[in-house]
Structure formats: C-alpha cells, structure tokens
T-cell receptor
Framework: VTLLEQNPRWRLVPRGQAVNLRCILK??????MSWYQQDLQKQLQWLFT????????VKSLPGADYLATRVTDTELRLQVANMSQGRTLYCTC??????????????FGPGTRLLVL | GEQVEQRPPHLSVREGDSAVIICTYT??????FFWYKQEPGAGLQLLMK?????EINEGQGFTVLLNKKDKQLSLNLTAAHPGDSAVYFC??????????FGKGTHLHVLP
C-alpha cells in the first residue's frame, strides 16, 4: 500500500524559476511529514518536519531555497526556488516525531526529481 | 561537524557471495542507526533500525553489526542475489534528532 503520493514526479526547472511540489498522505496514522533532499551525488539531507496545518518553515541550502507548508492534515507542500543544481526531493511520513531524525515507522515517498535547464 | 563515512562507494559481488558495507561515525552520542536500501528510481526503504545498546542485529538475509568502541556500523549481506542490487545508505541519529547520512554504496550483484 502506498502511503505517500508525490507530484510531480519530475520537472525541468528553468534557472531562476520556482517550482511547487506536493505530497499527499494516504494514511493518517503517520501524521509527521517531512522533506528530505538528495543531491546529484546521492547525499541525503533532512530539510523539514511539519505536523500541523498552517506550519511553515524556510531554509536555504547550497543550490536551492526552500519554503515548506503543511497545508492540511494530508497535504505537505514545498516550494523550491533559486535552484542551481538538480536534486530529488523526498516526502516522508512517520507515526512519531523526528526533527531531522529517522523513525522506524518512517516511510519515504517515491520522490520528485528536479533538473535545472 | 559530525560525519558518517561510508565505504566502499561501489561494490560488485557474484551471486551467493557476501557483501559488506561499513560506516564510521564521529558523534559518540549517536543513539540510533539505520540502514536504507534505494532501488533505481525509487525512494528509500528501511532495512533496519539499530539501537546503540544492541551489537548484533539479524535481518532477513543480512546482519548488522555495531561496534561502539570503533564507532563502526556494518551491513553484511550473507548470500547476495541480484535483487539486492541497489544503493545502500547508513545513517546515524543523535538524541537531538539530527540524522547524518552516509554517501551511499552502489552494490551490484552479478548473476
């Protein structure tokens, strides 16, 4: 059973343009939703964990700026801006809280691959 | 900062042979350790979560060893098969909920 749906699955992003990603939770037993990035060298890094509708956070990392929003109990969004290097963004869900940590009940979505034009 | 070094970056073994991947971490406060498997075009799949109190952890077809003295975590696939071909990541998690990933090992199991 797929717990998370991510869209789009991939996107070509013109340099300087922002892109909006969505993650839909299919099982409310795993309400802690997070974003992770994986760069072109396969390095993984936690970005955000958001639990409640209305939660928002921003972060700047080498190669991209991020704005994450927990829209509803089942939807998490991520705006990616000023991206200079391609990456894949993974949405995760877990039953327990993990701020930058991993839980054994944490599940990864299929990912959204972003490439810079 | 804290680091997790994973080796080797690439590993090729024949079907039926064992495959060993080793991670060395620097934070002595690391409490949880994880092994993930990533198949081509897919997200990460948890293989095992290990607590710092357990040195030997048996999974289905693999063993995870934790050597706290040397700050090493290893994944040993005992009899690899082609379905094991994937990228494997280790991760270490401190009590402060900060996780650091290794850079991954591309495992290729030849039939």
């Amino acid at each position: 059973v797929t717990l998370l749906e991510q869209n789009p699955r991939w996107r070509l992003v013109p340099r300087g343009q922002a892109v909006n990603l969505r993650c839909i939770l299919k099982n409310s037993q795993y309400p802690w939703m997070s974003w992770y990035q994986q760069d072109l060298q396969k390095q993984l890094q936690w970005l955000f964990t958001l639990r409640s509708p209305g939660d928002k956070e921003v972060k700047s990392l080498p190669g991209a700026d991020y704005l994450a929003t927990r829209v509803t109990d089942t939807e998490l969004r991520l705006q990616v801006a000023n991206m200079s290097q391609g990456r894949t963004l993974y949405c995760t869900c877990s039953a327990e809280r993990g701020l930058g940590g991993l839980q054994d009940t944490q599940y990864f979505g299929p990912g959204t691959r972003l490439l810079v034009l | 900062g804290e680091q997790v070094e994973q080796r080797p970056p690439h590993l090729s073994v024949r079907e039926g042979d064992s495959a060993v991947i080793i991670c060395t971490y620097t934070d002595p406060n690391s409490y949880y350790f994880f092994w993930y498997k990533q198949e081509p075009g897919a997200g990460l799949q948890l293989l095992m979560k290990v607590f710092s109190s357990t040195e030997i952890n048996e999974g289905q077809g693999f063993t995870v060893l934790l050597n706290k003295k040397d700050k090493q975590l290893s994944l040993n696939l005992t009899a690899a098969h082609p379905g094991d071909s994937a990228v494997y990541f280790c991760a270490a998690d401190t009590n402060a909920y900060k996780v650091i990933f290794g850079k991954g090992t591309h495992l290729h199991v030849l039939p």
